[in-house]
């Protein structure tokens, strides 16, 4: 036939076309994965860092950045989160600063100076375990001004010691600590790729510039207390404020959204 005749009079145009279209499947089934691997990644992690929050409370007010970028949210007062606890069903109620910041390397750069990184996280350290997303693996929690944890990878990636002082940059400069322990964050070693340091809680307000405010508020419900149940008192209790109150299934899901993992 016409076809085979053709193959025969240019076996190399050939190989070589079978080579591309291969590679060609092999690269899109290969990005395929790895899309599905990134977004599995964002979806174990909002899970287990929202594993045992029963409820979250956020400011209502947000603003989305220039071209889609990361949306910026309001804060909540410090009132807000004496209302939550005096709600009946509430367990626990913990405030949470959450911010950027990044930790410098030995070499005087920044652990991760590269400009497509996924945004770091700093944060106060949660006293609760069920609404701390982190678990010391090594070395201890922040329990002084000058003292911090960082994620295993930063840990990994930089050669980074417990016991040895690192620079912190955040909102209000450069700051020394001492890097007293390692953590995971939400059952993994950073959060879906983005470096993650924490300081005690009245470190990170003034670090982050969160004085008397908080990024958002978490709560655990009473034993027998279903988490549609202490949502619904809460959004009675906080009616009328800037504030909207989320299931912990439901902030976990807003995460997953803000991502870009839904």
Same mark, same amino acid.
């Given at each position: 036939?016409? /076809? ?6 240019? =076996?190399?145009?050939?190989? &070589?076309?079978?080579? @591309? *279209? ?12 790895? /899309?599905? /691997? ?6 174990? *992690?909002? $899970? ?25 949210? %309001?804060?909540? !007062?410090? #009132? ?7 709600? =009946? ?25 590269? +400009? ?5 996280? @700093? ?18 929690? =922040? ?5 911090? *944890? ?9 050669? &980074? ?8 940059? #955040? +909102?209000?400069?450069? %700051? ?9 964050? !939400? !059952? ?12 005690? =809680?009245?470190?990170? @307000? /003034? ?29 009675? $209790?906080?009616? %009328?404020? +800037?504030?909207?109150?989320?299931? %912990? ?10 991502? !870009?993992?839904?």
């Amino acid at each position: 036939s016409l /076809t085979f005749r053709a193959i025969r009079a240019n =076996p190399v145009r050939f190989f &070589l076309t079978s080579v @591309a *279209v291969i590679l060609g499947v092999a690269f899109m089934a290969g990005t395929l994965v790895l /899309t599905d /691997t990134i977004k599995k990644s964002y979806d174990d *992690v909002a $899970t287990n860092v929202y594993e045992h929050t029963d409820a979250v409370i956020r400011s209502d007010r947000h603003v989305q950045g220039a071209n889609d970028a990361t949306e910026v949210r %309001g804060t909540v !007062g410090a #009132g807000v989160l004496d209302a939550v606890r005096r709600t =009946p069903g509430v367990s626990v109620a913990e405030g949470q600063h959450t911010g950027r910041a990044v930790v410098v390397g030995h070499d005087g750069q920044l652990l991760d100076a590269n +400009p497509n990184r996924a945004i770091p996280v @700093a944060l106060g350290w949660q006293t609760s375990p069920d609404l701390n997303p982190m678990t010391v693996v090594a070395g201890r929690a =922040p329990s002084a001004p000058d003292e911090v *944890v960082v994620d295993r990878a930063s840990k990994r990636v930089g050669h &980074l010691s417990v016991g040895e002082m690192v620079e912190v940059v #955040g +909102p209000s400069g450069v %700051g020394s600590y001492e890097l007293v322990g390692v953590v995971s964050y !939400g !059952g993994a070693d950073d959060a879906s790729g983005a470096q993650v340091v924490a300081f005690t =809680p009245e470190t990170a @307000a /003034t670090v982050l510039g969160l004085d008397d405010r908080y990024s958002s508020i978490g709560v655990v419900a009473q034993p027998g207390v279903s988490h549609a149940e202490v949502t619904e008192r809460l959004r009675s $209790t906080l009616a %009328g404020r +800037p504030v909207e109150v989320l299931t %912990g299934t439901e902030a976990a899901a807003k995460a997953r959204e803000s991502a !870009g993992a839904s």
